[in-house]
């Protein structure tokens, strides 16, 4: 292509069809509103421990490269997991940078990758980067799973990677271990099981990686209170891990990030109680939904709620809420299963209180 050709030019023919056929995911601006679109933690860490951490990071070394083997963290997780000698830890920059090392460790024209749908957009998103073909089974209207038509699926494209969100987003709901396990039993390649919100949940899969050979389990501290450090982390058998470390790249664990998360893990029985709280706060807030008898909510294992309106249009609800300064997540654009949902992280009392008043006042206004 000559120099006279345009930008545009350029970028057509040298960027891939399918990554430029693709929007980047997209962050809502959430300045000075009350922020419930993102699962975040809406607890800050009690005063005596936040100056005990400004203390400890006062005396880093922010000159240097931090530890690439992230050892603050790897051992007191391994015993906090209880984790056998056989198995062990690869850490990413969130869940994200762990579904693109396995992808691209994994990665081939003819090597699929699997989920359901509606789940985390990230699986779809970084198959597409690493030119993987995705397929996906929708779930029930009710966002139950049919585990035989899944299997019948996998045995149909014969996947590379079967990625499992549990509890699944944006759904809230936890598919049941039994269906998860024949998922395992039966597929052609590997299984992630995501547990990004087990903090929320009420069983986990780490202790079956012992009994199956093909299954990867990952987890994030965004969701515990710790979001801003960025900080996922897979378990699997030594095998598997020792390949997927092969592609994480270079110290890209930030020291910040690792002295961040070994201080918080001494200070694990805080974000315990900020947990359970959280679950408590859910009850609570889908009891108050339930109540308006304005729309049918989802069963959540997660620190958000899911919720279909009836009878009021989710697109008019949600722009009320903005303008109202109360941001959630608006999920019926994704149409779908999703037509008319909307999604809501659970908050403090206080944030929660302010969503609901300005929730019922849009009923009440569309």
């Given amino acids: 292509m000559n120099q006279q050709a345009s930008v545009q030019d ?16 997209h962050v809502q601006p959430a300045q000075n509103m009350i922020k419930l679109d993102a699962m975040e933690n809406p607890y800050v860490w009690p005063p005596q421990m936040q100056q005990a951490w400004l203390e400890r ?13 992230v ?17 062990q830890l690869v850490f990413g ?10 992808m691209m460790a994994m990665s081939g024209s003819q090597r699929g990758v699997m989920s359901v749908a509606p ?16 397929h996906s089974v929708a779930l029930n209207e009710d966002f139950t799973l049919d585990v035989n038509r899944f299997i019948e699926a996998m045995q149909q494209h014969q996947p590379a990677i079967v990625f499992i969100a549990y509890p699944n987003n944006p759904t809230g709901n936890a598919f049941s271990r039994a269906q998860v396990e024949q998922i395992i039993e039966q597929a052609p390649g590997l299984v992630v099981v995501d547990e990004a919100y087990n903090a929320f949940a009420e ?21 515990v209170g710790l979001a801003a450090f960025r900080l996922g982390y897979m378990v699997g058998h030594q095998r598997w891990m020792t390949e ?33 709280s959280l679950k408590q706060q859910r009850t609570e807030l889908v009891a108050a939904l339930e109540a308006t008898g304005t729309c049918e909510v989802y069963p959540s294992q997660a620190n958000f709620i899911t919720l279909r309106l009836k009878g009021v ?54």
Wanted: hydrophobic share 45%.
């Fill in 119 to 134: 789940t985390f957009v990230m699986y779809d998103m970084v198959s597409r980067f690493v030119g993987m073909p995705y």
């Fill in 71 to 87: 050892s603050l963290i790897r051992e007191p997780l391994s015993r906090l997991l209880n984790l056998p000698e056989d198995q």
């Fill in 10 to 25: 350029w970028v057509e023919q040298l960027v891939r069809p399918e990554i430029r056929q693709i929007n980047a995911y």
């Fill in 244 to 276: 997927f470390d092969k592609i994480r790249l270079p110290y890209n664990i930030n020291i910040a990030t690792q002295q961040g998360v070994a201080f918080a893990l001494e200070h694990y029985d805080v974000l315990v109680e900020q947990a359970a």
């Fill in 313 to 366: 249009s989710a697109d008019k609800v949600f722009t009320g809420l903005k303008q109202a300064g109360v941001l959630i997540k608006n999920l019926s654009p994704t149409g779908g299963l999703l037509a008319n949902c909307l999604r809501v992280t659970v908050g403090s009392a206080s944030e929660n209180k302010a969503f609901m008043d300005a929730f019922c006042k849009q009923l009440k206004q569309v």
């Fill in 57 to 69: 990071i006062a005396s880093l070394a922010f000159n240097r490269y931090p530890d690439p083997n």
């Fill in 203 to 223: 069983d986990s899969f780490i202790g079956d990686i012992e009994r199956y050979p093909n299954l990867v389990v990952m987890r994030t501290f965004s969701k």
């Fill in 93 to 102: 920059n969130g869940s994200d940078e762990l579904i693109q090392i396995v």
